[in-house]
Protein backbone atom coordinates (compact mmCIF):
# COMPACT_ATOMS: atom_id res chain seq x y z
CA UNK A 1 0.00 0.00 0.00
CA UNK A 2 1.66 3.34 -0.83
CA UNK A 3 0.86 6.44 0.68
CA UNK A 4 4.42 8.25 -0.85
CA UNK A 5 3.66 11.76 -0.67
CA UNK A 6 -0.01 12.18 1.15
CA UNK A 7 -0.44 14.01 4.10
CA UNK A 8 -1.92 12.41 7.50
CA UNK A 9 -3.36 14.07 9.89
CA UNK A 10 -3.79 11.55 13.46
CA UNK A 11 -5.48 12.81 16.94
CA UNK A 12 -4.10 11.01 20.34
CA UNK A 13 -1.25 10.38 18.15
CA UNK A 14 1.27 10.89 21.21
CA UNK A 15 0.73 7.66 22.71
CA UNK A 16 -0.95 4.00 22.07
CA UNK A 17 -2.86 3.18 18.99
CA UNK A 18 -2.33 6.80 17.49
CA UNK A 19 1.32 6.46 17.83
CA UNK A 20 1.77 2.96 15.86
CA UNK A 21 -0.90 4.64 12.85
CA UNK A 22 1.89 7.81 12.63
CA UNK A 23 4.40 5.60 12.11
CA UNK A 24 2.86 2.71 10.33
CA UNK A 25 1.13 5.65 8.12
CA UNK A 26 4.52 7.51 7.43
CA UNK A 27 6.37 3.64 6.80
CA UNK A 28 4.16 3.76 4.19
CA UNK A 29 4.98 7.22 3.17
CA UNK A 30 3.00 9.49 4.43
CA UNK A 31 4.01 12.84 5.75
CA UNK A 32 1.87 12.79 9.59
CA UNK A 33 0.96 15.72 11.87
CA UNK A 34 0.84 14.21 15.30
CA UNK A 35 -2.05 15.80 17.15
CA UNK A 36 -2.03 15.35 21.00
CA UNK A 37 -2.67 16.90 24.06
CA UNK A 38 0.85 16.28 25.26
CA UNK A 39 2.75 18.45 23.59
CA UNK A 40 6.41 16.49 24.23
CA UNK A 41 4.57 13.46 23.78
CA UNK A 42 3.18 14.62 19.55
CA UNK A 43 6.59 15.81 19.19
CA UNK A 44 8.26 12.37 19.82
CA UNK A 45 6.42 10.91 17.48
CA UNK A 46 6.68 13.53 15.48
CA UNK A 47 10.43 12.68 15.45
CA UNK A 48 10.18 9.16 15.12
CA UNK A 49 8.02 9.78 11.84
CA UNK A 50 10.70 11.80 10.32
CA UNK A 51 13.12 9.63 11.29
CA UNK A 52 11.27 7.11 8.95
CA UNK A 53 12.02 9.25 6.34
CA UNK A 54 9.02 11.45 5.95
CA UNK A 55 7.92 14.37 7.57
CA UNK A 56 6.32 14.27 11.12
CA UNK A 57 5.39 17.45 12.56
CA UNK A 58 4.04 17.80 16.47
CA UNK A 59 0.87 19.89 17.37
CA UNK A 60 -0.94 20.73 20.63
CA UNK A 61 -4.54 20.26 20.20
CA UNK A 62 -7.65 19.48 22.44
CA UNK A 63 -10.00 18.12 19.71
CA UNK A 64 -12.73 18.96 22.27
CA UNK A 65 -12.39 22.19 21.46
CA UNK A 66 -13.58 24.22 18.21
CA UNK A 67 -11.06 26.84 17.79
CA UNK A 68 -8.23 24.24 18.33
CA UNK A 69 -9.84 21.98 16.01
CA UNK A 70 -9.96 23.95 13.48
CA UNK A 71 -6.36 25.39 13.75
CA UNK A 72 -4.85 21.71 13.76
CA UNK A 73 -6.43 21.04 10.83
CA UNK A 74 -5.50 24.52 9.71
CA UNK A 75 -2.03 24.17 10.46
CA UNK A 76 -1.77 20.95 8.40
CA UNK A 77 -2.79 23.02 5.35
CA UNK A 78 -0.64 25.37 5.90
CA UNK A 79 2.72 23.15 6.57
CA UNK A 80 1.72 20.95 3.90
CA UNK A 81 -0.79 22.42 1.41
CA UNK A 82 -3.65 19.42 1.37
CA UNK A 83 -4.61 16.97 3.68
CA UNK A 84 -5.49 13.72 2.33
CA UNK A 85 -6.16 11.36 5.29
CA UNK A 86 -7.55 12.09 8.81
CA UNK A 87 -7.92 9.55 11.85
CA UNK A 88 -9.51 10.35 14.99
CA UNK A 89 -8.70 8.52 17.60
CA UNK A 90 -8.03 10.66 20.71
CA UNK A 91 -9.61 9.17 23.28
CA UNK A 92 -10.29 8.81 27.19
CA UNK A 93 -12.49 6.78 29.63
CA UNK A 94 -14.30 8.12 32.55
CA UNK A 95 -15.84 4.77 33.85
CA UNK A 96 -18.54 4.87 36.59
CA UNK A 97 -21.48 2.49 36.94
CA UNK A 98 -24.57 4.38 35.81
CA UNK A 99 -26.19 5.10 38.95
CA UNK A 100 -22.93 7.06 40.17
CA UNK A 101 -22.10 8.60 36.79
CA UNK A 102 -21.42 12.04 37.18
CA UNK A 103 -22.42 15.08 34.60
CA UNK A 104 -18.97 15.63 34.21
CA UNK A 105 -17.80 11.88 33.71
CA UNK A 106 -20.41 11.83 30.94
CA UNK A 107 -19.65 14.91 29.37
CA UNK A 108 -15.89 14.68 29.34
CA UNK A 109 -16.01 11.34 27.23
CA UNK A 110 -18.64 12.56 25.02
CA UNK A 111 -16.55 15.96 23.91
CA UNK A 112 -13.42 14.40 23.48
CA UNK A 113 -14.59 11.15 21.51
CA UNK A 114 -18.33 12.58 19.36
CA UNK A 115 -17.66 16.29 19.62
CA UNK A 116 -13.65 15.71 18.89
CA UNK A 117 -14.64 13.53 15.63
CA UNK A 118 -17.05 15.89 14.49
CA UNK A 119 -15.01 18.76 14.82
CA UNK A 120 -12.37 17.55 12.96
CA UNK A 121 -14.36 15.52 10.64
CA UNK A 122 -16.25 18.69 9.78
CA UNK A 123 -12.71 20.98 9.24
CA UNK A 124 -10.47 18.18 6.36
CA UNK A 125 -14.36 17.53 5.11
CA UNK A 126 -14.14 21.10 3.86
CA UNK A 127 -10.66 20.47 2.27
CA UNK A 128 -11.49 17.19 1.01
CA UNK A 129 -14.41 18.02 -0.71
CA UNK A 130 -13.22 20.58 -2.79
CA UNK A 131 -10.06 18.11 -3.79
CA UNK A 132 -12.70 15.09 -4.57
CA UNK A 133 -10.30 13.25 -2.76
CA UNK A 134 -9.92 11.94 1.16
CA UNK A 135 -9.81 9.11 3.48
CA UNK A 136 -11.31 9.83 6.94
CA UNK A 137 -10.98 7.00 9.70
CA UNK A 138 -12.62 7.30 12.91
CA UNK A 139 -11.66 5.26 15.90
CA UNK A 140 -14.90 3.72 17.35
CA UNK A 141 -14.72 0.78 19.86
CA UNK A 142 -16.19 -2.54 20.14
CA UNK A 143 -17.86 -0.79 23.30
CA UNK A 144 -20.11 0.78 20.93
CA UNK A 145 -21.45 -2.44 19.49
CA UNK A 146 -22.19 -4.76 23.00
CA UNK A 147 -21.78 -1.92 25.80
CA UNK A 148 -19.67 -2.39 28.88
CA UNK A 149 -20.26 -2.27 32.60
CA UNK A 150 -18.99 0.98 33.80
CA UNK A 151 -19.06 2.76 30.53
CA UNK A 152 -22.75 4.37 29.60
CA UNK A 153 -20.96 7.47 28.81
CA UNK A 154 -17.47 5.52 26.27
CA UNK A 155 -20.42 2.51 25.19
CA UNK A 156 -22.52 5.85 24.07
CA UNK A 157 -20.00 7.95 22.30
CA UNK A 158 -18.22 5.13 20.49
CA UNK A 159 -21.64 3.94 18.92
CA UNK A 160 -22.32 7.76 18.30
CA UNK A 161 -19.24 7.74 16.30
CA UNK A 162 -20.64 4.92 14.27
CA UNK A 163 -23.29 6.95 13.34
CA UNK A 164 -21.65 10.00 12.37
CA UNK A 165 -19.40 7.90 10.13
CA UNK A 166 -22.06 6.75 8.37
CA UNK A 167 -23.92 10.01 7.88
CA UNK A 168 -20.80 11.59 6.82
CA UNK A 169 -19.87 8.55 4.11
CA UNK A 170 -23.31 9.35 2.35
CA UNK A 171 -22.84 12.78 2.53
CA UNK A 172 -19.51 12.89 1.21
CA UNK A 173 -19.39 9.75 -0.93
CA UNK A 174 -20.00 11.34 -4.28
CA UNK A 175 -17.06 14.06 -3.58
CA UNK A 176 -14.50 10.24 -3.39
CA UNK A 177 -13.75 11.15 0.06
CA UNK A 178 -14.25 8.21 2.09
CA UNK A 179 -15.29 7.48 6.02
CA UNK A 180 -15.13 4.17 7.43
CA UNK A 181 -14.55 3.11 11.38
CA UNK A 182 -12.60 1.05 13.16
CA UNK A 183 -13.88 -0.93 16.79
CA UNK A 184 -10.98 -2.59 18.47
CA UNK A 185 -11.27 -4.96 20.81
CA UNK A 186 -9.13 -5.39 24.05
CA UNK A 187 -5.82 -4.07 22.66
CA UNK A 188 -2.44 -3.31 24.82
CA UNK A 189 -2.47 0.14 25.44
CA UNK A 190 -1.83 2.55 29.08
CA UNK A 191 -5.92 2.30 28.46
CA UNK A 192 -6.47 -1.34 29.26
CA UNK A 193 -2.92 -1.13 31.40
CA UNK A 194 -5.47 0.64 33.88
CA UNK A 195 -7.84 -2.55 34.22
CA UNK A 196 -7.07 -4.65 36.99
CA UNK A 197 -5.11 -7.77 36.18
CA UNK A 198 -7.35 -10.14 37.17
CA UNK A 199 -10.27 -8.93 34.87
CA UNK A 200 -7.83 -8.38 32.36
CA UNK A 201 -6.61 -11.95 31.81
CA UNK A 202 -10.69 -12.90 32.20
CA UNK A 203 -11.19 -10.13 28.96
CA UNK A 204 -8.22 -12.13 27.45
CA UNK A 205 -9.20 -15.97 27.99
CA UNK A 206 -12.29 -15.04 26.39
CA UNK A 207 -11.03 -13.63 23.61
CA UNK A 208 -10.66 -16.37 20.59
CA UNK A 209 -7.62 -15.95 19.26
CA UNK A 210 -6.20 -16.09 23.20
CA UNK A 211 -4.23 -12.72 23.49
CA UNK A 212 -4.91 -9.02 23.70
CA UNK A 213 -4.31 -7.17 20.78
CA UNK A 214 -1.22 -4.79 19.58
CA UNK A 215 -1.88 -0.98 18.69
CA UNK A 216 -0.02 -2.25 15.24
CA UNK A 217 -3.31 -4.31 14.64
CA UNK A 218 -5.09 -1.66 14.40
CA UNK A 219 -2.88 -0.03 12.71
CA UNK A 220 -2.88 -2.08 9.97
CA UNK A 221 -6.49 -1.63 9.23
CA UNK A 222 -6.54 2.36 9.37
CA UNK A 223 -3.31 2.17 6.84
CA UNK A 224 -5.78 -0.28 4.60
CA UNK A 225 -8.16 2.36 5.56
CA UNK A 226 -5.97 4.63 4.41
CA UNK A 227 -4.99 3.32 1.09
CA UNK A 228 -6.37 3.05 -2.24
CA UNK A 229 -6.96 -0.56 -1.39
CA UNK A 230 -10.02 0.47 0.30
CA UNK A 231 -11.40 3.08 -2.40
CA UNK A 232 -14.76 1.34 -3.26
CA UNK A 233 -15.68 0.88 0.83
CA UNK A 234 -17.04 3.80 3.04
CA UNK A 235 -19.61 4.15 5.72
CA UNK A 236 -18.27 0.83 6.50
CA UNK A 237 -16.95 -0.29 10.32
CA UNK A 238 -14.07 -3.06 10.76
CA UNK A 239 -13.97 -4.73 13.90
CA UNK A 240 -10.72 -5.44 14.55
CA UNK A 241 -10.95 -7.69 18.32
CA UNK A 242 -9.38 -11.41 17.54
CA UNK A 243 -12.74 -12.56 16.97
CA UNK A 244 -14.37 -11.32 19.60
CA UNK A 245 -18.21 -11.04 19.53
CA UNK A 246 -18.16 -12.44 15.95
N1 LIG B 1 -6.88 0.28 24.02
C1 LIG B 1 -8.00 -0.36 23.71
O1 LIG B 1 -8.23 -1.53 24.06
C2 LIG B 1 -9.05 0.33 22.87
C3 LIG B 1 -10.17 -0.40 22.51
C4 LIG B 1 -11.15 0.20 21.74
C5 LIG B 1 -10.99 1.51 21.33
N2 LIG B 1 -9.89 2.21 21.69
C6 LIG B 1 -9.81 3.60 21.24
O2 LIG B 1 -8.59 3.81 20.57
C7 LIG B 1 -8.18 5.17 20.73
C8 LIG B 1 -6.76 5.22 21.26
O3 LIG B 1 -6.73 4.53 22.50
P1 LIG B 1 -5.37 4.12 23.25
O4 LIG B 1 -5.65 2.82 23.89
O5 LIG B 1 -4.19 4.29 22.36
O6 LIG B 1 -5.38 5.23 24.40
P2 LIG B 1 -4.20 6.01 25.14
O7 LIG B 1 -4.79 6.49 26.41
O8 LIG B 1 -2.96 5.19 25.18
O9 LIG B 1 -3.95 7.27 24.16
C9 LIG B 1 -4.90 8.27 23.95
C10 LIG B 1 -4.21 9.53 23.49
O10 LIG B 1 -5.23 10.52 23.26
C11 LIG B 1 -4.77 11.76 23.78
N3 LIG B 1 -5.92 12.62 24.09
C12 LIG B 1 -6.82 12.48 25.09
N4 LIG B 1 -7.71 13.48 25.07
C13 LIG B 1 -7.38 14.29 24.03
C14 LIG B 1 -7.93 15.49 23.49
N5 LIG B 1 -8.99 16.09 24.04
N6 LIG B 1 -7.33 16.03 22.40
C15 LIG B 1 -6.25 15.44 21.84
N7 LIG B 1 -5.67 14.31 22.32
C16 LIG B 1 -6.24 13.74 23.40
C17 LIG B 1 -3.98 11.39 25.02
O11 LIG B 1 -3.10 12.43 25.40
C18 LIG B 1 -3.26 10.12 24.54
O12 LIG B 1 -2.01 10.42 23.93
C19 LIG B 1 -9.21 5.81 21.68
O13 LIG B 1 -10.19 6.48 20.93
C20 LIG B 1 -9.81 4.61 22.37
O14 LIG B 1 -11.08 4.88 22.86
C21 LIG B 1 -8.92 1.65 22.47
Same mark, same amino acid.
Given at each position: #? +???GKVAVVTGAGQGIGREV??????????????DLNIEAANMVANEVTEI???????????????????? $? +????? /?????? *??????? !????? &???? #????????? *???? #??? /???? &???????????? /? %?? !??????????? =????????? %???? =? *??? &? /???????????? @????? $????? *???????????????????? $?? &????????? $?????????????????????? @???????
Amino acid at each position: #M +DLKGKVAVVTGAGQGIGREVSLLLANHGANVVVGDLNIEAANMVANEVTEIGTEGFGYKVDVSDKDNAQSF $I +DSAID /TFGRID *ILVNNAG !ITRDS &MLHK #MSEEQFDQV *INVH #MKG /TFLC &MQAAAKHMRQNE /T %GK !IVNISSIAGKV =GNIGQVNYS %GAKA =G *IVG &M /TKAAAKELAKFQ @VNVNA $IQPGF *IDTDMTRAVPEKIRQKKIEE $IP &MLKIGSPSD $IAKAVVFLSSDYSDYITGNVIE @VTGGRYM
